[in-house]
């Protein structure tokens, strides 16, 4: 008799004990889908191509700066006095540099904190939807904010592209030389490159050009191959930054709509 009642007891305690689990595990599933349907997930992802676009920007730009300075001086400007200013206004971007890094930083966790705000305002996570002037007024300056940042970095995108044609055209050109020295009827010394029509370097400069051999050995020079390609990843750099941009802007823009307008029950958002 004892048995069975000792039975009977564990059988209860184990069903009650599956039970507390089954509902404590089923509470915990409830809020993490509560906690996955507040993340503004296009922010997130806007926040990280921004960060990962800038990095790229940022750092391949400073060092490819520090490459075409150091080209210039030893192949196209031996005297400082010609490229002083160009090496004036290299060195003022890259503090630039510096400062885009710095706020973009600030500015991508900024947006997304403000992602997580509207967007666990409009879900009402947090109880029943409510929104302040103060609150919209703020949302409509980041919407702005992000517009005009937007537009310059299209004009920084398109900046960026320069410096890659330029590299681009002396590097075909050193192929051009390197697929004539077969053909004797063609010297290599009447193929060259002058910096000086580009504008960064002055007429005056000495000697501005580069011909034949002299050209090609430029070409194959560590500070060249670097240049080039650390120019094309920061070109990439600056379009992943502006596509970043775009997605703020449908994020903050529709954030924005639907805490101004916002009318019905089932009106949602997963920005």
């Known amino acids: 008799m004892l048995w069975k009642m000792m039975e009977h007891m564990a059988s209860h305690w184990s069903s009650s004990l599956v039970k507390c689990v089954a509902r404590h595990l089923g509470g ?3 809020c993490c889908i509560k906690c996955l349907g507040g993340v503004p997930y ?23 700066l520090t490459g075409t300075v150091s080209i210039l001086e030893q192949h196209f400007s031996t005297t400082a006095s010609d490229h002083a200013l160009l090496s004036e206004v290299i060195q003022l971007m890259q503090y630039v540099i510096y400062g885009i890094a710095s ?3 600030l500015y991508g966790i900024i947006l ?3 992602g997580f705000y509207t967007t666990s305002a409009v879900k009402e996570l947090h109880g029943e939807f409510k929104t302040t002037a103060c609150g919209r007024c703020i949302s409509g300056m980041f919407v702005f904010l992000t517009y005009v940042l937007g537009v310059a970095w299209l004009g920084v995108f398109g900046f960026s592209a320069v410096p890659v044609f330029m590299f681009y055209n002396i590097w075909s050109t050193c192929e051009v ?24 370097i002055p007429w005056n400069a000495v000697p501005g050009k580069a011909c034949g051999p002299i050209l090609e050995n430029i070409c194959n020079t560590n500070e060249f191959y670097m240049s080039y390609h650390l120019f094309i990843v920061a070109c990439a750099g600056a379009g992943a930054t502006v ?26 958002t997963k920005f």
């Open 28 to 30: 915990c599933f409830e």
């Open 177 to 200: 030389i390197k697929s004539f020295q077969a053909n004797v009827t063609v010297p290599g010394d009447q193929i060259c490159v002058d910096i000086r029509q580009y504008g960064i």
């Open 112 to 114: 997304l904190a403000e």
């Open 243 to 268: 596509i970043a941009l775009l997605i703020y802007m449908m994020a903050t823009t529709y954030n924005y709509a639907v805490l101004k307008f916002k009318s019905r029950e089932d009106c949602c």
């Open 42 to 64: 296009a922010s997130l992802v806007a926040t990280i191509l921004c960060f990962s676009g800038v990095a790229l920007f940022c750092g391949c730009g400073h060092v490819a």
């Open 103 to 105: 706020f973009f930083f």
